[in-house]
């Protein structure tokens, strides 16, 4: 006998949820998910690059890409490793509609190109699991 398929559940943005999670984890850093035409460091930018519905259409599979400017190249290992840590920790964290019940890092930090001379920026891509609350 075929199983019907569940309703269509309507996911939450994830980029809301994590910038909103690492505002709370950074201080005063600016984590935003789309940049302002000129970058002021220091910055953290989330943007999802892909994913998938997973296990039923009941969680979202989402990939993120992080990137982090500062003015120092020990100032952004720093900034960066502060948000490796905050996703890292990210499992149980619930807001704008969405709980994330699994974390884990595709690719850790490494340099990504920058056109400005007086910044420095490194990313990192990591993966959530996400449901709606």
Same mark, same amino acid.
């Given at each position: 006998m075929p199983v019907p398929d569940l309703p269509a559940v309507t996911f939450p943005d994830v980029e809301l949820i994590v910038t909103a999670y690492l505002r709370t984890q950074?201080?005063? =850093?600016? $984590?935003?998910?789309?940049?302002? &035409?000129? =970058? $002021? &460091?220091p910055v953290v930018r989330v943007r999802r690059t892909g994913g998938a519905w997973k296990f039923g259409k009941r969680l979202d599979e989402a990939r993120l890409d992080v990137d982090c400017w500062a003015t120092s190249p020990v &100032?952004?290992?720093?900034?960066? &490793?502060?948000v490796r840590t905050a996703l890292e920790a990210s499992a149980g964290h619930a807001a704008e509609g969405g709980l994330i019940t699994y974390s884990t890092e595709l690719s850790g930090p490494a340099w990504r190109p920058e056109k400005n001379p007086e910044l420095y920026r490194k990313g990192l891509t990591?993966?959530?699991l996400i449901r709606p609350t």
């Open positions: 950074l201080g005063t =850093v600016p $984590v935003v998910s789309i940049l302002p &035409a000129t =970058v $002021v &460091a &100032a952004l290992n720093t900034l960066i &490793a502060s990591h993966q959530l």
